[in-house]
């Protein structure tokens, strides 16, 4: 009796929700397709193999333990279920990154800190749940047969809590054994390590330690271009209208970048007071510019994704509690009178949804949030730029594009990580990553960035990039 027959659609579908979670555990990360490219087939094969046991047994497991709870019976092995469960859970996703429970509790380099990359953890977890399965199945045999001394109607609890005490002490130190082999294994050797990497991704990997600043520079030419890159969107009179709109005080705006070192130029000036048909074109000598240029036109550009969206959800009835609304220091009126308030561009339907589509797809790495909810001054920005583009016809692909060159000159040195990421798992250099892959969340946000500069910091092969882009204020 492995389930009972009334419970197995409970274990089905618990098993069901368990692989759905394991899926989810990737495609948070954004490893999935690296997973493959990574590792070897035997690799793959036998954690995929080991995941699919675990979400069965965890579903057989936990459907006993309802069984056993809904016949007033005690339930044996809840606390190796529960700890087998979350291992299971523990072990989900690729050794290139790290689970949040594993993080939660220290191991920064998730499954790539045990020897068997993961594959230790799925099999403690099957021998926790297994004898979970075990001793509920031998009890409630027992109890349905009628063998049972505990299915004694004059027994009282106190006899009843004292059989089942005596069977505790094995059960209690398989747990503590489990849990010390868990927090023990990471502390092996390096040596003692097995080695599931894939020879393809072995090579790109010893070719991209060879020569770590020879590397470091020509990934910093790929993602800070020196002649900049050309965004497929022009100017216009974008800055007369947001002199007139209030969004700029112009007298502010150029002190502001006097008192950084680095005063506007003619061509700059144009751009605000007289507008400009020239194309944009991003570089390190305008970043900063451009930076508060957009984010001036994101915070005043009358828009649905302002009004309706998650800026209004959580704002709590406070739209200027925000970095990028309460920040903005170098308007004529007040960032809560300029939320939203002048239709500058201009959108049909169809360039609507574009804009809702790839704004709810490019993140930042200062946080999790993506530009749909442009809470800080890089969001706030990459809305502004992503409105201009999606005003003037511009597709999802050129806009994830532009997303990701423009956000590489805004946080170089995450840019320059994730270049570097792309290179040795996949062969790829910046140019050749489509755009979306590059700011999507388990890349470009916060989380997702972090899970990549652990697996480099892991393998030496983090490089530096030159500070730039900008802080979070103006």
Known sequence: MLVVAPYRITAFSLAF??????????????????FNYLHTPFYVWTATGLSVLLAFLFGAASSLMIYAGQKNRFIQGLGRGLLGGMLAIASMGSPISSTGLLRWIGFDFGLAAFPLQGLDIKFLAILLLGSSIFSNARSLSRFESGGDETNNEESTFL?????????RPKSAFLSMVVIATFFVLPLLPPHWKMDFSD????????????GPETQTNALLEEINPLQGYTIPATYGDLGPQLLAAGAIDLERFVQTYENAGSPLSTAQLRILTEGSDEGVVIDQTNSYFLLNFFWALGLTNQNPLLDQGAMQEYSKGDIGRYASTGGWTIGVKEPSELYSSTRILQFTPAQQARLESVAAGVYRPCCNNPTSFPDCNHGMAMLGLLELMASQAATEAEMYEAAKYVNAFWFPQQALEVATFFQVTE??????????????SGMFSASGFNNVHSWLENKGLLGQAPSQGGSCGV
Request: hydrophobic share 50%.
């Open 427 to 440: 062969g790829l250099s910046f140019a050749e990553v489509e755009g979306e892959r590059v700011v999507a």
């Open 159 to 167: 006899e009843i809590r004292k059989q089942i005490l005596a069977r």
């Open 17 to 34: 929700n368990m692989l759905l979670i394991e899926f989810l555990a990737f495609r948070w990360s954004g490893t999935f397709s690296d």
């Open 199 to 210: 020879p393809t991704a072995r090579a790109n990997f010893s070719t991209a330690v060879t």
